[in-house]
């Protein structure tokens, strides 16, 4: 393996796949920034030669052992552990090399890159512990480094000439390290925004192909609830056949009742069909077209006066053929039952949907003669409507109640969810 392609994949110590953009982008740095401490701890070997005998050759190798110590921890995945460390170790190092040396070699240029490393280790999106512990960590040896003064710890042996070539050793090398950092970031920035590009490029990709088979489905949908409806039809017009073919008033009945049933869910399947999402209905609507139809089955659509009262109610297909189906019983009820003897000019059907915090009220009175009897408490019944009634109220978690108020009055609460 050669160096470069070692420096690429120690930078990559302690990736992973399920990190965030930000985290990537901090432990690279943080990566980075510890091969570039060991790289100029490792140049630093050589002042040496400026002022031999007094060189702290102990610190400076303690420096670079903590430097590895932390690219080894990156590599062992301890990330967090790696960052700290990384942090009080540079400012450490960076707060003995400005107090050991004068303040005419320019140590302190050597805060500029931090300064940038510390705009670089920052997550724009969030202020995390490790972006503060930076930041708090060089704030405060930065000031130690200002106000407090170790006379007696700095060095006494460098010429004025040692001194000057120091000075423009330690400039050269802040302004290079402060470029790299700033080539890093901005290349960084880059990159980023490189990413965020692709990948508003592949969420619009994948909008647009979430929008074609939303298409394709929203077709198939439409097609189902149109062939259903035509099934449905096609069932009611062979019960057509069936009922012209037999003479028995009873067997012509039942199946009338049977075609009413079938008519109430192929109503739901064509106002689905007409509903550009297929999910709804607007209940109210279907309520009084099915009323409709079923007065003008038995041509008393200009007998009965109809009173409609509806708020705006969509219910989805498994509420509405239910409680279509139950709709369908108690006007077929009302109609055989309600208005069989009585006088045209008193005919009067009510019908109400009322929507109630989570709940729906249903309530459907008619002006005839009521219930022979008490159909709440009536377990056994020899209506096949009531039988219905009861258990799709059942199916739709509702309660109906069934009394009589100048005439039949049924009543039908259910969760609205």
């Given amino acids: 393996m050669n160096l470069k ?29 510890n091969l570039v401490v060991l790289a100029f701890l490792l140049i630093g070997l050589t002042n040496w030669f400026f002022i031999r005998d007094e060189f702290p050759l102990a610190i400076e190798l303690t420096f670079i052992f903590i430097t590895i110590l932390s690219i080894f921890l990156s590599y062992k995945n301890r990330t967090s552990l790696a960052f700290s460390i990384f942090t009080i170790n540079v400012n450490i190092a960076l707060f003995f090399v400005c107090k050991y040396y004068p303040d ?17 280790l920052n997550n724009p999106s969030v202020i995390d512990k490790h972006f503060l512990l930076h930041l708090f960590t060089c704030a405060t040896f930065f000031l130690l480094n200002i106000f407090v003064d170790l006379p007696a710890f700095q060095t006494k042996t460098l010429s004025p000439e040692s001194i000057r070539v120091m000075w423009i050793y330690n400039m050269i090398m802040s ?4 470029a790299m950092i700033t080539y890093l970031l901005n290349k960084t920035i880059f990159n980023q925004n490189k990413e965020i590009l692709s990948q508003f490029d592949d969420l619009k990709k994948t909008k647009e192909e ?10 198939l949908l439409a097609e189902l609830h149109h062939r259903v409806k035509n099934n449905l039809a096609i069932i009611s017009g062979l019960l057509n056949l069936q009922e012209d073919a037999i003479n028995n008033h009873e067997a012509k009945q039942v199946i009338s009742e049977t075609k009413d049933r079938i008519m109430s869910m192929a109503l739901v399947h064509k106002m689905l069909f007409k509903n550009p999402e ?4 607007d209940f109210g609507k279907y309520s009084s077209e099915l009323i409709s139809e079923l007065f003008n089955s038995y041509n008393l ?44 000019a008193n005919n009067k059907f009510y019908i109400s949907i009322k929507k109630e915090n989570n709940f729906v009220s249903l309530i459907v009175k008619d002006s005839g003669k009521g219930f022979d009897k008490d159909l709440n408490t009536d377990l056994e019944t020899s209506s096949l409507g009531i039988v219905l009634i009861k258990s799709l109220t059942q199916q739709i978690e509702g309660k109906v109640l069934f009394s009589n108020n100048n005439g039949a009055k049924i009543e039908i609460n259910f969760p609205n969810n």
């Fill in 5 to 33: 392609a070692l420096f690429f994949r120690s930078i990559n110590f302690g990736i992973q796949e399920d990190q965030s953009f930000h985290d990537k982008r901090r432990i690279k740095s943080v990566n980075f920034l």
């Fill in 104 to 120: 005419e070699v320019g140590s302190h240029l050597f805060y500029f890159p931090l300064i940038v490393s510390i705009v670089l």
């Fill in 175 to 178: 302004v290079g390290l402060t």
């Fill in 210 to 219: 979430v929008n074609l088979s939303l298409k394709e489905k929203e077709i």
């Fill in 278 to 281: 297929f999910k709804k209905i």
């Fill in 301 to 344: 659509a200009g007998d009965v006066t109809i009173e409609e009262d509806y708020d705006a109610i969509n219910l989805s297909i498994s509420v509405s053929i239910p409680l279509g189906l139950i709709l369908n019983e108690i006007v077929t009820n009302s109609i055989k039952y309600g208005f069989k003897d009585e006088p045209a």
